[in-house]
Structure formats: C-alpha cells, structure tokens
C-alpha cells in the first residue's frame, strides 16, 4: 500500500503531469502509462484516472499546457519573424515531451476547447511574425499562406533535429542552425 504522505503533493495533476513529461521523455508518447505514472508520482494506480479519466485526457492536459509554453515562448521573442521561428525550435528542442504530443492529435482529444484555445494562442504569436514581414515582402491576401510556409520550415526543422536525420555537417548548436534556415525566408527570390 502506497504510504498516505505520498498523497500530499499539493497539486496531485501537476504531478501527473510533470511525471508524464519524464516519462514521455524516456520513451515516448506511446510507451506512456497511467499505472506507471502513479507508481512515479508515488500515489495510488487509481490517482491518475480520477483527476484526468484516462491517457487521454492527461495527454489533453499536457496538449493544452504544451501549446500555452509554445505561445509564451513565440510571444516573448517579439514580433521578428527570424526570432519566432528560432523560438520555436528552441521551444522543441527544451521540452521534446510536449513537442512530441501537441503534434499529434490522434492521441489525445483534439476537439477539446481548452486545446482549441491554447493551439490558437500558439498560432496567433506564430502569424504575429508573419505579419511583421516587409509590405513589399509578403503577398497581399497570401497570410495565411505566408503563415503556413513559415510554420512548415520551423515545424520541420524542429522535427528533422529531433529525428537525427539532419546531415551531419549541420551546425551543432539547433538554433543557431535553425537561424540559418529560416533566414533563407528572407532572401529575396531570383529576378
């Protein structure tokens, strides 16, 4: 039987959560268990299910706590398009567990509003960059295609670094060589 102290986290989902990061950390997303989490977090097998439901739910939470950590980062690097596509990156490479969950919504509930609204939240500081761009820059009409090319370069970026699969001659420090990538949505395209 677990001993009872183990009960007195204070905040028993911010537990479960932060437990959940680890282990999405260790094994990923889909290795993830609710029993085990329990055992980490020191609570009984039980505990998890009755403040989240299921995995579900708790990869719900961790969905809507990811995407308010991405607007806050995305937000405090001003409204430099170059400086919110190496926000991004950097967002991926320190917290990979909520990376890793908050773009993919077939495991956790995608039409919950809380995740509606803090995935909003997390676009808008995206298209605040796109918006800054130079007039003479960006198409007129085309911002959320605008929007959307900058979101694929980071996003990809971010997972192609997380992967490994980048050459090897890529710079080793990822925002650095994500500065370098993104830049390339600055350069001017051929007359």
């Given at each position: 039987?677990?001993?009872?102290?183990?009960?007195?986290?204070?905040?028993?989902?911010?537990?479960?959560?932060?437990?959940?990061v680890?282990?999405?950390?260790?094994?990923?997303?889909?290795?993830l268990?609710?029993?085990?989490?329990?055992?980490?977090?020191?609570?009984?097998?039980?505990?998890?299910?009755?403040?989240?439901?299921?995995?579900?739910?708790?990869?719900?939470?961790?969905?809507?706590e990811?995407?308010?950590?991405?607007?806050?980062?995305?937000?405090?690097?001003?409204?430099?398009?170059?400086?919110?596509?190496?926000?991004?990156?950097?967002?991926?490479?320190?917290?990979?567990?909520?990376?890793?969950?908050?773009?993919?919504?077939?495991?956790?509930r995608?039409?919950?509003?809380?995740?509606?609204?803090?995935?909003?939240?997390?676009?808008?500081?995206l298209?605040?960059?796109?918006?800054?761009?130079?007039?003479?820059?960006?198409?007129?009409?085309?911002?959320?295609?605008?929007?959307l090319?900058?979101?694929?370069?980071?996003?990809?970026?971010?997972?192609?670094?997380?992967?490994?699969?980048?050459?090897?001659?890529?710079?080793?420090?990822?925002?650095?060589?994500?500065?370098?990538?993104?830049?390339?949505?600055?350069?001017?395209?051929?007359?």
């Amino acid at each position: 039987m677990t001993d009872t102290r183990a009960y007195h986290h204070g905040d028993l989902p911010r537990a479960l959560l932060a437990a959940a990061v680890t282990a999405i950390g260790e094994s990923g997303p889909a290795a993830l268990s609710l029993r085990d989490l329990a055992r980490r977090a020191g609570v009984s097998h039980a505990a998890p299910t009755h403040h989240f439901g299921d995995k579900s739910g708790l990869l719900t939470a961790l969905a809507v706590e990811g995407f308010d950590l991405l607007a806050a980062a995305l937000t405090a690097a001003g409204d430099d398009l170059l400086d919110v596509g190496v926000a991004y990156v950097d967002f991926a490479v320190r917290h990979r567990a909520y990376f890793e969950v908050m773009f993919r919504p077939d495991l956790y509930r995608a039409d919950d509003p809380q995740v509606r609204a803090a995935r909003e939240r997390a676009g808008a500081a995206l298209h605040l960059g796109v918006a800054a761009l130079p007039v003479d820059r960006a198409a007129p009409g085309e911002a959320r295609t605008d929007a959307l090319a900058a979101w694929s370069i980071v996003h990809g970026f971010a997972t192609l670094w997380l992967a490994g699969a980048l050459p090897p001659d890529v710079e080793a420090d990822p925002c650095a060589a994500a500065r370098t990538v993104i830049r390339r949505l600055f350069t001017p395209p051929p007359p």
